[in-house]
Nanobody, 115 residues
Framework: QVQLVESGGGLVQPGGSLRLSCKAS????????MAWYRQAPGKQRELVAG???????NYTDSVKGRFTISRDNAKNTVYLQMDSLKPEDTAVYYC?????????WGQGTQVTVSS
């Protein structure tokens, strides 16, 4: 059974930083491209950043230059370093496979950017 557990969210002031972690179990983690998604209140879930099994990365335009996705296959963990945070980054952040996401999403981690 696949399990995705996100952590690292919190309340941060504009311009601040956070590092999110997502530990996966029940999958052969190293084989899959992984991604971070987010969902803001009243909006659809969107893909924020992805990383292939070969560590090639892609980002949505609004976070390019501010967010960095990485992975540690030995720990079955994907990370999202978020710098220069803006109020519009406020959302619940989730991880999942980038291609063909699993139906069962984790609980997510809340990121709130506010002064």
């Amino acid at each position: 059974q696949v399990q995705l557990v996100e952590s690292g969210g919190g309340l941060v002031q504009p311009g601040g930083s956070l590092r999110l972690s997502c530990k996966a179990s029940g999958i052969i983690f190293s084989l899959y491209a992984m991604a971070w998604y987010r969902q803001a209140p009243g909006k659809q879930r969107e893909l924020v950043a992805g990383i292939s099994s070969g560590r090639r990365t892609n980002y949505t335009d609004s976070v390019k230059g501010r967010f960095t996705i990485s992975r540690d296959n030995a720990k079955n963990t994907v990370y999202l370093q978020m710098d220069s945070l803006k109020p519009e980054d406020t959302a619940v952040y989730y991880c999942n496979r980038r291609d063909a996401p699993y139906d069962d999403w984790g609980q997510g981690t809340q990121v709130t950017v506010s002064s």
